[in-house]
Nanobody, 127 residues
Framework: QLQASGGGSVQPGGSLRLSCVAPGGSLDDYAIAWFRQSPGKEREGISC????????YYSDSVKGRFTLSRDNLEKTVYLQMSSLKSEDTAVYYC??????????????????????WGQGTQVTVSS
């Protein structure tokens, strides 16, 4: 499983950095996607990154505010979130696409096309 961490409570306009690791293993060979789920809403794919980090895609809802990167030496994928809004409040999951590809349509794939997700990390944006 993949483990997401770094969530917390922050005021609107604030920043958080989420991390994704594979405890006991390595995610070097995995494309990684981030999904989020808010209460009463469907899970939303917001970003993905290829195995090398050469391709990164974002949903329109986070483009320009979130930055996804990976450090394969540290075996970690980072989601830097800035200019946070109340609508960013959600549980955030890092997952591996079953295809192991990161392409724009990866973010529109159903969650069942992903694997290795863990419990997620809660992000709350509130004043």
């Amino acid at each position: 499983q993949l483990q997401a961490s770094g969530g917390g409570s922050v005021q609107p306009g604030g920043s958080l950095r989420l991390s994704c690791v594979a405890p006991g293993g390595s995610l070097d060979d995995y494309a990684i996607a981030w999904f989020r789920q808010s209460p009463g809403k469907e899970r939303e794919g917001i970003s993905c990154i290829s195995t090398t980090g050469g391709s990164v895609y974002y949903s329109d809802s986070v483009k320009g505010r979130f930055t996804l990167s990976r450090d394969n030496l540290e075996k970690t994928v980072y989601l830097q979130m800035s200019s946070l809004k109340s609508e960013d409040t959600a549980v955030y999951y890092c997952v591996k696409p079953k295809t192991n590809f990161c392409v724009p349509r990866t973010l529109r794939r159903p969650f069942d096309d992903m694997e290795y997700w863990g419990q997620g990390t809660q992000v709350t944006v509130s004043s």
